[in-house]
T-cell receptor
Framework: GQQLNQSPQSMFIQEGEDVSMNCTSS?????WLWYKQDPGEGPVLLIA?????ELTSNGRLTAQFGITRKDSFLNISASIPSDVGIYFC???????????FGTGTRLTVIP | KAGVTQTPRYLIKTRGQQVTLSCSPISGHRSVSWYQQTPGQGLQFLFEYFSETQRNKGNFPGRFSGRQFSNSRSEMNVSTLELGDSALYLC????????????FGPGTRLTVL
C-alpha cells in the first residue's frame, strides 16, 4: 500500500530544543493528521488539519497543511522527555475512512 | 467515555492456524477500521466496517477477513497464518462520517511461529 515519505527517520535532541518533521506525498489528501505512538500502544491523535494552508496548534505542537495538499509538517517547541515516541503523519481523502500513514519519525529527547 | 478496546492484547500462533481478533469501538461510533503495523511495511489499512457492512478494503489477501456486529463491535480473522502475518493489529473507531477523526485502540500483538 501507499506510504507517505516522512523525514527525518529519527532524531536525537536535547531537552528544551525545538523539533521539526515533515511528510510528503505524491498524491493529494484532503485531511492531514499527526499521531504519536508510544511503545506497546496504539497511535494517539495530536493534530488534525482539514484545509490547505491551515496552521493549527495544540499546546507546544504546531502543524501545517501544505498549500499543494501533498505535504504537511509538525513542529514541537521546547521538547520535554515525555515527547519521546514515534510520530506518524497520515493522509485521508474525502469520503474514504482509510488512512495512509507515513514511515514515522522516532524522537529521542536527552534530559 | 471508554476508549477503543482490543482483545486479546497478545497472541502466539503457529503457521497454518487461524486467529480471530476483537475490537470494541468507542460508544456511539459506527465505523471500525483495521490496520496492520509491521517494521518493514509500517501501518497499512486492512478494511473498514460501517453499519455491519464492509465499506472499504485495502490491498491484503483474502485470508484476511472481518465482520461487524449490530453493536458495532468488530472482529477480524486471519486464516492459514504465515510467518509474515506477525504484526501489531490495530483497530480504530470513528463516528463514520467522511473525514471524521479515527481513535486507535492499543492493538493486538500477533506472533506467528
Amino acid at each position: 500500500g501507499q506510504q507517505l515519505n516522512q523525514s527525518p527517520q529519527s532524531m536525537f535532541i536535547q531537552e528544551g530544543e525545538d523539533v521539526s518533521m515533515n511528510c510528503t506525498s505524491s498524491s493529494i489528501f484532503n485531511t492531514w493528521l499527526w499521531y504519536k505512538q508510544d511503545p506497546g500502544e496504539g497511535p494517539v491523535l495530536l493534530i488534525a488539519l482539514y484545509k490547505a494552508g491551515e496552521l493549527t496548534s495544540n499546546g507546544r505542537l504546531t502543524a501545517q497543511f501544505g498549500i499543494t495538499r501533498k505535504d504537511s509538517f509538525l513542529n514541537i517547541s521546547a521538547s520535554i522527555p515525555s515527547d519521546v515516541g514515534i510520530y506518524f503523519c497520515a493522509g485521508q481523502r474525502t469520503g474514504a475512512n482509510n488512512l495512509f500513514f507515513g514511515t514515522g519519525t522516532r524522537l529521542t529527547v536527552i534530559p | 467515555k471508554a476508549g477503543v478496546t482490543q482483545t486479546p492484547r497478545y497472541l502466539i500462533k503457529t503457521r497454518g492456524q487461524q486467529v480471530t481478533l476483537s475490537c470494541s469501538p468507542i460508544s456511539g461510533h459506527r465505523s471500525v477500521s483495521w490496520y496492520q503495523q509491521t517494521p518493514g511495511q509500517g501501518l497499512q489499512f486492512l478494511f473498514e466496517y460501517f453499519s455491519e457492512t464492509q465499506r472499504n478494503k485495502g490491498n491484503f489477501p483474502g485470508r484476511f477477513s472481518g465482520r461487524q456486529f449490530s453493536n458495532s463491535r468488530s472482529e477480524m480473522n486471519v486464516s492459514t497464518l504465515e510467518l509474515g502475518d506477525s504484526a501489531l493489529y490495530l483497530c480504530a473507531s470513528s463516528v463514520g462520517t467522511a473525514t471524521d477523526t479515527q481513535y486507535f485502540g492499543p492493538g493486538t500483538r500477533l506472533t506467528v511461529l
